[in-house]
C-alpha cells in the first residue's frame, strides 16, 4: 500500500513538472524561476520533452507532407538528425555552465540541461500539429507554415535565453554577453572535436600504413 502511494506520488509530481513547462513558455521569468529555485522542475519530464522533441524531428520527415518537404529516405541517415539535436544542446550546455560556473553563475550543469530542455518545449508542441497540417494545404501556403516552424525555434531560443537569465541569477545585460559567449564556446569546442579526431584518424592512418610496410618488407 505504501508503495502504491508513493508511485502515485511520484506519477503525480512528474506529470506536474510536465505540465509547468505550458507556464514557463509562457510566463518564462516567473517560470524558469521557479522551475530551478522552487524545485517544479523534474528530470524526468526534462527527458521526456527531449524525447519528445527527438521524435518529432524524425517523424517530421515521415509525416510532413511531400509537397512541403519533399524528403528522399534513400538519403536520409536518421542518426544524422537525432545528432542534430542532442549535439547543439551538449555542448550549449557544457559550455554555458563551463563559462558561468568561472563568473559567479548560480546555476549548476543539471540546472542549465534542465531549463535548457523546458525551454525547447515550444518545438515539439507545435511540430506535431504542423506534420497534420501540412497534408492539407498547397505549395502556396507553404510559407505560412515555414513561419510557425520559424516561430518554434524563435521560441525555443527566446525561452532558452530567459532560463538562463533566471538560473544563473544574471541581470539581462550580463545574460546576453554570456549567451553570445556561450555560443562562441560551443564553436571553439566543435574546432577542438574536429581537431581531436583529425589527429586521431591520421594516427590511425599513419599507423596502418606501417603495418602494410613492415607486412610488405616480411
Not at 542518426?79 to 550546455?93: G, K
Not at 525555443?156 to 544574471?170: K, R, T, W
Request: contains cysteine; hydrophobic residues 55%.
Amino acid at each position: 500500500m505504501i508503495e502504491l502511494l508513493k508511485e502515485k506520488s511520484t506519477w503525480q509530481r512528474y506529470t506536474k513538472s510536465l505540465k509547468f513547462a505550458l507556464y514557463c513558455m509562457t510566463h518564462p521569468l516567473d517560470g524558469f524561476w521557479d522551475l530551478t529555485h522552487e524545485k517544479r522542475g523534474t528530470y524526468a519530464a526534462a527527458n521526456t520533452i527531449l524525447i519528445l522533441t527527438l521524435i518529432a524531428r524524425v517523424a517530421s520527415l515521415r509525416f510532413t507532407s511531400f509537397v512541403i518537404d519533399p524528403i528522399y529516405w534513400e538519403d536520409i541517415n536518421i542518426f544524422t538528425y537525432i545528432a542534430s539535436v542532442l549535439f547543439p544542446l551538449a555542448l550549449w550546455v557544457l559550455g554555458n555552465w563551463g563559462l558561468t560556473t568561472l563568473f559567479d553563475g548560480k546555476g549548476r550543469l543539471g540546472q542549465v540541461y534542465m531549463g535548457t530542455c523546458y525551454a525547447i518545449a515550444p518545438y515539439p508542441l507545435l511540430q506535431f500539429p504542423m506534420m497534420i497540417m501540412s497534408n492539407f494545404i498547397t505549395v502556396d501556403e507553404a510559407a505560412f507554415y515555414s513561419m510557425l516552424g520559424y516561430i518554434s525555434l524563435g521560441w525555443a531560443a527566446f525561452l532558452i535565453i530567459f532560463a538562463m537569465q533566471q538560473i544563473h541569477e544574471f541581470s539581462p545585460s550580463k545574460n546576453v554577453l554570456f549567451t553570445i559567449a556561450s555560443l562562441f564556446a560551443m564553436l571553439v569546442m566543435v574546432f577542438i572535436l574536429l581537431l581531436f579526431f583529425s589527429m586521431i584518424s591520421q594516427g590511425v592512418a599513419y599507423f596502418i600504413s606501417l603495418a602494410k610496410e613492415l607486412l610488405f618488407r616480411l
